[in-house]
């Protein structure tokens, strides 16, 4: 049997048993030697079992896309972001769950986990609840570690901030993103106001826009990346696919500002290979100062 085989039987002959803590060291060194989705869960499993619940979920988020794919590994992701006090993710995945008995079951868990919370930690929460409040007043790197406390406040303390936020220009763009991208999955049919990217301020309802990559711009944009680079050079593909769906996000939910998605992207190879190429098509004016801004913003994020 090789070491991986014998890591992983070790690990889960002492969770067999209830010794956690030595199925966590197990399933620690079996993940380090073999980072597959099948070991992330297993180490997740223990670590949660162990009562390390916000550890079980950090370690889970290394394969989110994964977990949310498959009903049962939904749940356990569920069930993760709910035992570690993550509210606000454990709501996007109760509104977003495919069989309404399922999302009426989670929301009612999730309701009663937050009233325990604002009855045991309630002190605590305000003192996040302030903080997110005022997050632009602190560095770079402090407003992101905020925002992550903040998705264990109960919604309603996460949504009251949220609208002082989104009206702050100088809140950091990844977490101004971030925000939207989290009261459009709340499905909350409310109208927000939010400062854009031009500094003007806008009022709409978030979960009446398509997601930033279900955006009809987005598909002609990705379809064009696909049929011209996709096959010639993925290198560059996967690189300008990144770029593509951070733009989407930043410029969400004004996407449709984008008059001519081919000419969008264009402009980001242009700039990609640093050569101007004849044959492209030339953005409007409108479009031009748009993008000048979405890359402006991925540059205060440091994404480009």
């Not at 919604?155 to 220009?169: C, M, N, Q």
């Not at 449709?256 to 953005?283: K, Y």
Request: proline fraction near 4%; glycine fraction near 4%; charged fraction near 30%.
């Amino acid at each position: 049997m090789t070491p991986v085989n014998n890591l992983r039987q070790e690990g889960q002959e002492a969770f067999d048993n209830g010794d956690y803590e030595l199925a966590v060291q197990k399933w620690s060194d079996l993940y380090d030697s073999d980072r597959t989705f099948e070991n992330n869960q297993l180490f997740a499993r223990a670590l949660s079992r162990s009562g390390q619940p916000q550890a079980a979920l950090t370690v889970a988020k290394e394969y989110v896309g994964e977990y949310l794919g498959q009903k049962k590994d939904y749940q356990f992701y569920f069930d993760l972001c709910l035992n570690a006090s993550y509210f606000i993710m454990a709501r996007r995945m109760a509104m977003e769950s495919i069989e309404e008995r399922d999302k009426n079951r989670r929301i009612k868990e999730v309701e009663e986990a937050e009233k325990k919370a604002k009855e045991e930690h309630g002190d605590a929460l305000k003192k996040i609840a302030r903080r997110f409040h005022h997050i632009s007043g602190y560095d770079a790197l402090e407003q992101q570690q905020i925002y992550q406390d903040a998705m264990s406040l109960p919604i309603e303390d996460y949504v009251d901030a949220a609208r002082t936020i989104l009206k702050d220009p100088y809140t950091l763009p990844l977490v101004q993103a971030s925000i939207l991208s989290d009261i459009q999955c709340l499905i909350l049919h409310q109208n927000f106001t939010y400062c854009f990217l031009d500094g003007k301020e806008y009022t709409t309802v978030f979960c009446e826009h398509p997601r930033p990559l279900r955006d009809p711009n987005f598909e002609a944009a990705r379809n064009y990346l696909i049929e011209t680079v996709g096959q010639e050079d993925p290198v560059a593909f996967e690189m300008l696919m990144e770029q593509l769906k951070l733009e989407m996000h930043v410029l969400f939910p004004q996407i449709d500002r984008i008059e001519n998605p081919i000419a969008w992207v264009q402009s980001d190879m242009t700039l990609f290979n640093d050569r101007d190429d004849q044959s492209f098509e030339e953005e409007s004016e409108e479009q031009k100062n748009l993008h000048l801004l979405v890359h402006r913003s991925l540059e205060e994020m440091g994404a480009s």
